[in-house]
């Protein structure tokens, strides 16, 4: 690799690294304080934030890392030719296919990594997340009580009231729980005490009430049914992992199946990749300003190139899931509109400046 190979992704690498930093504290800033806002309405407790943000961070990182290679490329070489120091190069024989193998070496690494998180370190994490979330959801019900207010679970499903709660959070104090069931009957428990207890074989999360009356309403007409109890379990409803779009982006490459959800999951795990790629030839092709524009000349304007990029990705996976359009043509149509205007925008970087 020649000294100007080095220097050029030397320089990339660099500003690449800003950039993501600067994209990934937007990003994922706005998301810490919508927990944090969930968290002290008690969907969860605070403690699990953090876990919550590492889990989702590879989701994070594979959306912003196109746009931070795409905008390096375009400061580096734009400075370049700001400074004159690619008439320098040129002059010297540097031409379009020499500058795209330079440049191809930060670009083909991002892109591996943007690969490796879509393919199969983003799709673990979405699971561990689901999984964590499913514990922590039935946890909440405890650790977050706040006694004295009324918390509502399961959409509403279900709302469940404690007078007081030990010092360790582990038992509650005139417990009242309301639940309405899927046909409509609804069902009034109050019990002197609760804890909350898990099967070690199942994992399964069960409400342990003891000394408390259970009250059960039907549907119409009159017949409330009343009963007392000395103890009652009764297991807490997690939500469902295997259905929903959270679950088809936990699944794994090889398991993804034909319905179109998955399919539509399936080509964007491909499509970043390939975002980042033809990004970065399209940065590349129009990163070329006049002496007197700047470096950051062509940053704004190739900015709103690669988000009608990304929307137009984004609004084609939608058409995906929802049978719109034919699974077998995916997103390929975008990849290659945009792959030949960056190869018409390469091709007019090789004119000279004057037939351009």
Known sequence: MSVAAKYLNRELMGVFSVTLLTLLLVAVGGRFIGYLQEAAMGKFSGATVLTIIGLRLPEFVQLVAPFAVYVSILITLGRWYADRE?????????????????????????????????????????????????????QTEFEAVNPGKFHIYDRARRVTYSRAM?????????????????????????????????????QEHYLVLTNGQRYELPVEGMGMRKTEFAQLRQRLELFDRSTGQSAVEALPMTEL???????????????????????????VGISSVEPRQGRFAK???????????????????????????????????????????????????GLPARTR
């Open 166 to 202: 030990s010092d360790d959070r582990k038992v509650l104090y005139d417990v009242f729980m309301s639940q309405r069931l899927e046909d409509g009957r609804r069902i009034n428990i109050w019990a002197e005490q609760g804890t909350q207890e898990v099967d070690p074989e199942s």
């Open 299 to 349: 940053v704004v304007p190739g900015l709103l190139m690669m988000l009608i990029y990304y929307l137009a990705l984004l609004v084609n996976q939608n058409a995906i899931a929802e049978g719109q359009v034919p699974t077998i043509l995916g997103l390929w149509p975008v990849h290659a509109t945009f792959a030949g205007i960056a190869m018409y925008c390469l091709y007019r970087l």
């Open 86 to 138: 690619m008439v320098v190069l040129q002059s010297a024989g540097v031409g379009t296919r020499v500058l795209l193998q330079w440049v191809s070496i930060t670009l083909g690494v991002v892109v591996a990594v943007i690969a490796l998180l879509t393919c199969w370190i983003t799709p673990m994490a979405q699971q561990a997340l689901a999984d964590f979330m499913a514990q922590e959801r039935a």
């Open 257 to 283: 199946g034909d319905d179109p959800k998955a399919q539509a999951e399936w080509h964007w795990r491909l499509a970043l990749p390939l975002f980042a790629l033809i990004g970065g030839l399209l940065a």
